[in-house]
């Protein structure tokens, strides 16, 4: 065992000397002088900073092993010295060993380094350690930032935290982590994120934005105003996006306030620069469509493959996901191109070779949009995919495309509006397998099943207002042998959590009232789902993603038809379900279905063999009659162009 030793006043000027000359001779490549020195200073005295000498001569001579082992006796004679741990941590980079090297750079940043000994090394292992500092700290940072622009929030968020953890963090990485951590519903992490980057740069041109979508993600009414009338104007295109999602998704804003940022957005769009203006004059007569898509949803996915039949198709996938739908339809599909690291004017002139004649846009103002290349002109004819939001843009797109089930309504010149359903999605072939267990599961539950019945509202903070909690917790005052399930942080502290707590002690229901942890929820949704009588949806910001895994389940739902089609996503589900009387027409409506449905079991039951019999004989077939419709309005488009261009 290594024991230090005290030296005199004396003979530490000696040694120190005889290290200083070890390291110049060192760096000078001299390795037999500096061994020389080395053994001159430690026939003085055993001490930690001799044993630094020497592993970093073994570390010269390439015995790496050697120096750890003398770095970590250092480390045990003087463990408050943090001179060891970033020499044992540059070392173990050059051995490949980053979780250890990892270590002992924390370590290292937590201990006070010895004066003599930076003095004496300089940057001797400084080279090694800015290597270090690079593959562990900025390969972190820029790899979350090219995850981040692929829309991989969650993998960004892994490297965010290698980043932090070891430098401390800066402005930039606390802003990557605060958007990431939103785009994945994580307001906890978010919000430390924020308030870090608040101390760091309160003038940061980033932090009112984020702030403003912490508050929409928390749901608290007063605070979204206020941060929403804080923000300055929007100077991006990505800005106004991530402003429009936010607006959209929060029951406080209303349709002026969605139009006014569509507005915005179209303002801030400019055409590819880099190419010439386009010319469509030898266009084929024959229609070819075109799609934008960057992720392929069920619906989408059964539409194409019913309308590849009756048209060619060319498909240009902006994303870099790789769902089970994206993989059938990119088999199916012959002309698939993956266009995600494809700039911009590569782009619009890839899709002008192409000859598109019909170019649907199912990208829109997304992270994969691609905004620039449509307002270029890529095709004689561009047509905006239906939206939850009717989005729109006049400078880019010559019609709008929809269905009477979520706009019934709708008389526009320049609506494509269809009959047939877009809506309702097959169920993936690998849910069907997963879904039939789990309708023989409920059948044997409610075979078995109390009085109680178990009402479910599998909301996001973002979409519940106060005023919907007090609608649901009147229902649980109306049907007594009724539980309220919501998706809640399990912490009592948790704003969202004490607003429920808060409306149901109103009310005298909070015995009722259980909630669920959001990881639980993600990983065993469809168990819980399928545990449910009931599935309360929020208006007038539907959950649709919820609603419609619950339907595929076999679980009745309640929804409310609203006045703009943002505000009736589910009841267009219901209605392209064949199952109107999930929708109910207002709120009050919605409170008597819901106290109706919560105390007649035998009407859920006919509900839950209604969806049964559907998903049983639902095929591919069902969308060929959207599919033809679809295709008789293209192709009368494309021929009314033809001849306004002879």
């Given at each position: 065992m290594t024991v230090i030793e005290t030296l005199s006043t004396d003979s530490e000027a000696a040694v120190l000397e005889h290290l200083r000359k070890a390291m110049d001779a060192l760096r000078s490549g001299d390795?037999?002088?500096?061994?020389?020195?080395?053994?001159?200073?430690?026939?003085?005295?055993?001490?930690?900073?001799?044993?630094?000498?020497?592993?970093?001569?073994?570390?010269?001579?390439?015995?790496?092993?050697?120096?750890?082992?003398?770095?970590?006796?250092?480390?045990?004679?003087?463990?408050?010295?943090?001179?060891?741990?970033?020499?044992m941590a540059a070392i173990y980079l050059k051995l490949g060993r980053k979780a250890d090297g990892l270590f002992n750079l924390k370590l290292g940043t937590h201990l006070s380094p010895d004066p003599v000994l930076t003095d004496i090394f300089g940057d001797y292992f400084g080279a090694v350690k800015d290597i270090f500092d690079s593959f562990i700290e900025n390969r972190p940072l820029r790899t979350a930032k090219l995850l981040m622009s692929q829309g991989m929030y969650s993998a960004a968020l892994r490297q965010l935290e290698t980043f932090i953890a070891v430098s401390g963090g800066d402005v930039d990485s606390f802003a990557l982590t605060a958007e990431s951590a939103l785009r994945v519903g994580n307001a906890r992490d978010a919000q430390v994120a924020l308030e870090a980057?608040?101390?760091?740069?309160?003038?940061?041109?980033?932090?009112?934005?984020?702030?403003?979508?912490?508050?929409?993600?928390?749901?608290?009414?007063?605070?979204i105003k206020k941060s929403f009338a804080a923000l300055p104007e929007a100077i991006s295109?990505?800005?106004?996006?991530?402003?429009?999602?936010?607006?959209?998704?929060?029951?406080?804003?209303?349709?002026?306030?969605?139009?006014?940022?569509?507005?915005?957005?179209?303002?801030?769009?400019?055409?590819?620069?880099?190419?010439?203006?386009?010319?469509?004059?030898?266009?084929?007569?024959?229609?070819?469509?075109?799609?934008?898509?960057?992720?392929?949803?069920?619906?989408?996915e059964s539409l194409i493959l019913a309308l590849k039949e009756r048209v060619a198709i060319k498909i240009y996938y902006l994303g870099t996901g790789h769902s089970p739908s994206q993989q059938r339809l990119k088999n199916a599909i012959d002309d698939w191109r993956d266009v995600a690291s494809i700039d911009d004017a590569t782009l619009t002139e890839m899709v002008r070779y192409d000859d598109i004649s019909v170019l649907f846009d199912c990208a829109v103002l997304g992270p994969f949009s691609r905004p620039s290349v449509i307002?270029?002109?890529?095709?004689?004819?561009?047509?905006?995919?239906?939206?939850?939001?009717?989005?729109?843009?006049?400078?880019?797109?010559?019609?709008?495309?929809?269905?009477?089930?979520?706009?019934?309504?709708?008389?526009?010149?320049?609506?494509?509006?269809?009959?047939?359903?877009?809506?309702?999605?097959?169920?993936?072939?690998?849910?069907?397998?997963?879904?039939?267990?789990?309708?023989?599961?409920?059948?044997?539950?409610?075979?078995?099943a109390s009085n109680q019945v178990r009402l479910l509202a599998p909301h996001p903070p973002v979409s519940i207002s106060r005023s919907l909690l007090n609608t649901w917790m009147d229902i649980l005052q109306s049907v007594?042998?009724?539980?309220?399930t919501f998706i809640a942080p399990t912490d009592l502290s948790d704003n969202f959590v004490q607003l429920i707590l808060n409306v149901a002690d109103e009310k005298s229901v909070a015995d009722r009232v259980d909630l669920i942890d959001p990881a639980v929820f993600m990983t065993s949704r469809h168990d819980i789902l399928l545990d449910a009588d009931l599935i309360l949806d929020s208006f007038p910001r539907n959950n649709i993603d919820a609603m419609t895994e619950a339907l595929w389940i076999g679980c009745p739902i309640l929804t409310v038809s609203g006045q703009h089609p943002y505000e009736s996503l589910s009841a267009s589900l219901a209605r392209s379900a064949g199952l109107p009387e999930l929708i109910a027409r207002d709120e009050a409506d919605y409170r008597t279905q819901a106290v109706r449905l919560a105390t007649h079991l035998e009407e859920r039951k006919a509900l839950k063999g209604k969806l049964k019999q559907?998903?049983?004989?639902?095929?591919?077939?069902?969308?060929?009659?959207?599919?033809?419709?679809?295709?008789?309005?293209?192709?009368?488009?494309?021929?009314?162009?033809?001849?306004?261009?002879?």
């Open positions: 390795v037999a002088s500096a061994a020389s020195e080395a053994e001159s200073a430690r026939a003085l005295g055993q001490t930690a900073r001799v044993l630094m000498v020497f592993a970093a001569i073994s570390h010269a001579i390439g015995r790496d092993a050697d120096a750890i082992t003398m770095l970590e006796q250092a480390m045990s004679l003087e463990p408050a010295v943090g001179n060891y741990p970033d020499a980057l608040r101390a760091l740069d309160s003038a940061d041109d980033r932090l009112l934005d984020l702030e403003f979508q912490l508050c929409v993600s928390k749901g608290d009414e007063v605070a295109v990505k800005q106004s996006y991530f402003r429009t999602r936010a607006i959209v998704s929060s029951p406080y804003f209303d349709l002026i306030d969605v139009s006014n940022i569509h507005k915005v957005s179209n303002a801030l769009v400019s055409a590819v620069s880099e190419v010439d203006p386009p010319n469509f004059a030898n266009s084929p007569n024959s229609v070819t469509i075109g799609f934008f898509v960057s992720g392929i949803t069920p619906a989408l307002r270029a002109r890529v095709a004689p004819v561009q047509i905006v995919w239906q939206t939850d939001d009717a989005y729109d843009d006049v400078g880019s797109y010559d019609y709008r495309l929809t269905d009477k089930a979520l706009e019934p309504g709708t008389v526009d010149e320049r609506v494509v509006s269809l009959q047939s359903s877009l809506s309702y999605p097959l169920p993936p072939a690998e849910f069907m397998g997963r879904v039939t267990e789990l309708r023989l599961q409920n059948t044997k539950r409610e075979d078995g007594p042998e009724a539980t309220l559907m998903h049983q004989t639902l095929t591919l077939s069902a969308y060929e009659k959207t599919a033809e419709e679809l295709f008789q309005k293209i192709d009368a488009l494309w021929q009314e162009w033809c001849k306004l261009k002879a």
